[in-house]
């Protein structure tokens, strides 16, 4: 198993410059051309990886500024995939959650082209020597959770099994060689499909689709390991579990008890960023299924909120989960990223700075 290349880590996006906002507006008005959009979308990178490295981060994005929304603007470039734009709805409460976007699979999935490959290779040019450029892509489960058999074509996949995995997983294998061959040793897969299936109201809503909500997360661990099995030797692959990170809202809550078993001793993957931030995420009872050789980077630091968490609170509960998993394969992170949509989370931009070094001192406090 490949390590990670530091007990602490982050999960990857950042609030975009105002800057950077206004230049995509004028690029959807057609004001500006594309290429002079990405020569904004370089200048914020370029700062954001310093504020990285400034900061002290060892594994660095480059702040999924050139996205809109973390898992779209990936998935609608594999060739067979339609996405439609997600929508907002005002809850009772006032505050707004993101309808999930509808992807829908019109045809044989494939790798059209290389996805990611310009993008890493800007921003591994940024990167300073000795620390590691880490690039972030929604998980291939994607694919099936939203729509279920209904959101897949019955014309391409008569059958699910195995045409429609293996096809996914192929082109996930073909974009993990391209970016393996430009350079790239750490790959991070966002998967909300996992933390969804330890909601109850998610459960149901997969019953309603025909799914078995207890079958899926063992479906979804052959599933990823048909992406591992594709890896190139000597590629990092971690995957974060994401509870829903819009606008400071969530999507779902629960323990992880439902998907432990299948997630962290099924699947092949190499470390686990997961959501650990308040009591939504239940106890670390689930980490008792972690194997030798595999990471689980608890994310107790919260990027919904500004106001900074306790060091000596973040110690005890380090302590509580290494009594179910050795200290020796715990890290320690944010939740999630701080702008997993281009909208942002509701907290100010030095507040990043703050809770990333409050990650950075509590890990070499915690593991020196």
């Not at 954001?48 to 500024?65: A, N, P």
């Not at 073909?174 to 750490?186: I, N, Q, W």
């Amino acid at each position: 198993m490949m390590q990670l290349p530091a007990r602490y880590d982050h999960v990857g996006s950042f609030l975009r410059p105002k800057y950077l906002i206004e230049a995509r507006a004028q690029k959807a008005r057609g004001d500006i051309t594309p290429q002079q959009l990405r020569e904004v979308e370089d200048k914020a990178i370029a700062e954001i990886v310093q504020f990285q490295q400034d900061v002290g981060l060892k594994s660095i994005t480059d702040g999924e500024f050139r996205r809109t929304y973390f898992h779209i603007d990936f998935l609608e470039q594999l060739g067979g995939v339609k996405t439609d734009i997600p929508v907002t709805i005002k809850k009772p409460d006032g505050t707004e959650e993101l309808a999930p976007p509808v992807i829908r699979v019109i045809d044989k999935v494939r790798h059209a082209k290389d996805i990611q490959k310009a993008d890493f290779e800007y921003l591994k040019s940024q990167v300073a020597a000795g620390n590691t450029p880490k690039v972030t892509i929604p998980s291939p489960t994607m694919l099936h959770f939203r729509g279920g058999r209904a959101g897949i074509s019955k014309e391409a996949y008569p059958e699910l099994e195995p045409a429609f995995y293996d096809d996914v997983a192929k082109a996930y294998g073909d974009e993990l060689r391209s970016l393996f061959d430009a350079g790239c040793r750490y790959v991070q897969m966002d998967d909300t499909n996992l933390a969804y299936l330890c909601d109850e109201k998610m459960r149901e809503a997969a019953r309603q689709r025909g799914d078995d909500p207890n079958e899926l997360p063992h479906r979804y661990a052959k599933f990823i390991n048909k992406v591992v099995a594709q890896k190139p030797q000597g590629m990092l692959l971690a995957m974060h579990l994401c509870r829903g990170n819009f606008k400071s809202t969530h999507a779902a809550a629960g323990n992880y008890e439902p998907v432990a078993e299948a997630l962290l001793k099924e699947m092949d993957i190499d470390a686990y960023f997961m959501e650990y931030d308040d009591e939504r995420s239940g106890d670390f009872r689930p980490l008792r299924y972690l194997p030798k050789g595999k990471t689980v980077v608890l994310g107790l630091v919260t990027t919904k909120f500004g106001q900074l968490e306790n060091k000596d609170a973040l110690k005890r509960r380090i302590e509580e989960a290494a009594k179910y998993a050795p200290m020796e394969q715990l890290a320690l992170s944010p939740q999630c990223g701080f702008s997993s949509t281009v909208h942002g989370n509701n907290i100010a931009v030095e507040d990043q700075r703050n809770k990333l070094r409050l990650v950075i001192e509590t890990a070499q406090e915690m593991w020196g």
